[in-house]
């Protein structure tokens, strides 16, 4: 399965406001109850896991683990690096928390707010790509997804 979001921003008429920096912002998804730590892993696009991958620069995720039919993967990519800006940080639960359920967020804003003025013609649009697979996306395969994405 694969769901394309594009999220578009811009400030009500005569407010100037700001998106302040925080951990939780952006776009997210959290693992399916039954993954744990034991059943499900996590990479990036840089090599990084759940343990490793929180703050760092990232196109995209790959969330993978067993159900009870099989195995699936739940590959979420963000289209920032594509439209000219540079990958989203990540903002991703270690294997300690919450019993290393998956959660794995792309986050404009982890690292400084986003100021959004009155009057601003520019739209703040974010595009995602979510493939939803009842097998192991590999990040080879993740890989030439995300470059293969418009």
């Known amino acids: ?24 912002s952006g776009f997210s998804w959290r693992g ?8 499900s892993h996590m990479t990036t696009d840089s090599g990084h896991n759940r343990d490793n991958a929180n703050g760092e620069l990232n196109r ?13 993967t739940m590959l979420m990519m963000s289209a920032a690096a594509k439209n000219g800006g540079t990958p989203e940080r990540a903002r991703v639960w270690n294997s300690k928390t919450m019993h290393g359920t998956p959660f794995a967020n792309f986050n404009p804003v982890v690292k400084e707010s986003f100021p959004m003025k009155a009057g601003q013609k520019e739209v703040a649009s974010r595009r995602y790509r979510l493939i939803v697979a009842d097998r192991v996306i590999e990040a080879t395969e993740a890989e030439k997804l995300w470059k293969a994405w418009d």
Not at 9 to 22: F, H, M, Q, S, Y
Not at 60 to 72: D, I, L, N, R
């Open 32 to 39: 399916i109850k039954a993954w744990n730590k034991d059943n």
């Open 1 to 24: 399965y694969v769901l394309d979001i594009t999220i578009e921003e811009l400030p009500a008429e005569g407010i100037d406001l700001e998106v302040v920096k925080n951990r939780y």
């Open 60 to 72: 995209w995720f790959a969330v993978a683990g067993t159900t009870e039919s099989g195995k699936a």
